[in-house]
């Protein structure tokens, strides 16, 4: 069977990043959610790196359209395509949404939102703490969902790469050269 | 399968299908995914603090205090009863060379706040020896907002969270009599001596008539910081302006619950009341991370300017009803201190202000025709 080309690099680059400050803040977030002592801590990670989030999402959506990804193998059924699709719109809506909706929340809890202890962020919303109190639990959600949507974008990705080993994996995980590649491309399968 | 054009060559066999699921190695392949993803969701769990019960979270202090106080849906869990209170700050300059914080450039500042009275009951009756609160939102045209909770205690009886929420387990009513056991709360004031030694401080503090002339300190340390990044220890005060009038049982009037708060109102009527914000500079070697200890006399003290309030208010949609005083809101140019207290209160104090956000409202006690002379 044909196996995917590679993402390209800015792409591959972007997912991997962003996997590493996505996963983090969802642990900070829950974390924080529950914390006394380390409260503080937290929330002053939790705000710059949102906005982080939120610029990246930008640059990768915008990357994506301009960098497609490499098509899914063409063996592989309607189901699990849509299963692929669908779920990583969902991860996009959700990286560009949460940090939205978390600074919505902020702005309409009244709150200054000063980034590293210099930088204001403006407030999106008047303050009201009705709205601030659907929001906040709106936030949760979300974060919740993605959490959710995130173990099955793992589950799937480790799927590819342990059961289906049809390329899909190493078409994003690849970060060697072309040789190691195509090393494991030609590498014997344990029992295809 | 369908084969497709795109296909040069068919697979061996379709990986898709259920039935590769048999093939050699798929079972413990599944069982390793399974694994990876249980492993996620453990971590996840334990973060949020689902796999320590005896962790302490801002849930478990919330319920601590609905526990003592009782379920008061819109109000705050501490320091419920309260009046909004709006003025301003003139600022000296004095406090410039410690802080590059905006509102202590020399000028003036907007100022709204609260006054409350400490404890979880939004309806009790006040009382002369409740700890009163001052809350401060001090507003600089061009942002640094700097937020402040302040009581008219010397010092604050616990040390950090777990203190604080075990007094308030221990201060539960009990159901045989409806009031909190005496007994219990000796027993947590015995196993806790810095909060024996804050008390006795606490307790032989003068208590003065009423909120109007009375002074507020932040308790917690925090730290000014200068244009160039140096960083001074400090503790600051709200002081009463005006002349300070010792309370006498006389004033305790039975049959004006609201007595404190109204009397408030109608000084306001009389005209604007004053306070000077006074910080206390911190030496090397004075506490900064415990807020049961008082530093000691004669450290330097400034003046750094006025605050005047000239209005009053009931709480109500969009005033001090709905601003979370958290103590660590603070403009550049002042940062917290290794306080454990401080982020504790921070997350009490949004975990308070989420719940309170959500939940149906009632009328404060407080309102000023209820004062008669309303301002």
Request: glycine share 8%; with cysteine; charged share 15%.
């Amino acid at each position: 069977m044909n196996r995917p080309a590679r993402f390209p690099f800015a792409s591959r680059l972007l997912h991997w990043v962003m996997a590493a400050l996505i996963l983090a803040m969802l642990f900070i977030g829950i974390a924080m959610a529950a914390s006394l002592t380390d409260y503080h801590r937290l929330v002053t990670i939790h705000e710059p790196l949102g906005l982080l989030i939120l610029v990246l999402a930008a640059v990768r959506v915008i990357n994506r359209l301009l960098a497609p990804p490499p098509p899914l193998p063409a063996a592989m059924p309607r189901p699990m395509r849509l299963a692929a699709h669908g779920s990583h719109l969902l991860l996009y809506l959700l990286m560009v949404a949460l940090p939205l909706v978390g600074w919505a929340m902020l702005s309409a809890a009244g709150y200054p939102i000063l980034l590293l202890g210099t930088v204001e962020l403006p407030p999106i919303l008047a303050p009201d703490a009705g709205l601030y109190a659907l929001l906040r639990s709106a936030h949760t959600v979300l974060a919740l969902l993605l959490f959710a949507t995130f173990l099955g974008h793992l589950a799937a990705a480790l799927a590819h790469a342990l059961l289906f080993r049809d390329g899909v994996f190493s078409s994003m995980a690849g970060f060697g050269g072309r040789r190691a590649a195509a090393a494991r491309r030609i590498r014997p399968r344990a029992s295809a | 399968m369908k084969p497709r054009s795109s296909t040069p060559s068919p697979a061996p066999s379709n990986p898709y299908r259920l039935s590769s699921l048999r093939r050699r190695g798929a079972p413990l392949a599944l069982a390793g995914i399974a694994l990876a993803v249980a492993a996620v969701v453990a971590c996840f769990a334990y973060a949020g603090g689902w796999l320590s019960p005896d962790r302490l979270t801002q849930a478990k202090v919330m319920a601590a205090f609905d526990a003592a106080n009782g379920v008061h849906p819109g109000f705050r869990r501490n320091h419920a009863k309260g009046l909004c209170i709006a003025g301003s700050f003139d600022s000296n300059g004095a406090g410039e060379r410690l802080s590059s914080a905006a509102v202590f450039q020399p000028g003036r500042t907007p100022v709204v706040g609260r006054f409350a009275l400490a404890g979880g009951q939004p309806f009790a009756g006040d009382a002369t020896g409740t700890v009163r609160s001052m809350a401060l939102s001090f507003r600089p045209a061009g942002g640094g907002e700097w937020r402040t909770g302040m009581n008219d205690i010397p010092v604050f009886p616990f040390r950090g969270a777990a203190a604080f929420t075990d007094q308030l387990v221990a201060s539960r009513p009990d159901p045989a009599t409806g009031k909190p056991d005496p007994a219990r709360l000796q027993a947590f004031v015995a196993s806790h001596p810095e909060t024996a030694a804050a008390l006795a401080l606490i307790k032989a503090r003068s208590v003065t008539s009423g909120f109007a002339d009375d002074s507020y300190n932040s308790l917690d340390a925090f730290r000014f910081v200068d244009a160039q990044g140096r960083a001074t220890p400090v503790r600051w005060s709200m002081v009463a302006a005006g002349p300070v009038v010792a309370a006498t049982p006389a004033e305790a009037s039975p049959d004006d619950p609201n007595f404190l708060f109204d009397a408030m109102i109608r000084r306001v009527a009389e005209g604007p009341v004053q306070w000077h914000l006074v910080v206390t500079l911190g030496q090397p070697g004075d506490p900064t991370d415990d807020a049961t200890l008082p530093w000691p006399a004669g450290r330097e003290r400034l003046d750094l300017g006025t605050l005047t309030i000239d209005r009053v208010e009931a709480e109500a949609a969009g005033n001090c009803r709905d601003i979370n005083f958290d103590p660590l809101v603070l403009p550049p140019g002042i940062a917290p201190t290794d306080d454990p207290l401080l982020s504790a209160r921070s997350a009490a104090y949004a975990r308070s202000f989420t719940l309170r956000a959500g939940e149906p409202k009632q009328p404060s006690a407080v309102q000023l025709q209820a004062s008669g002379k309303g301002s």
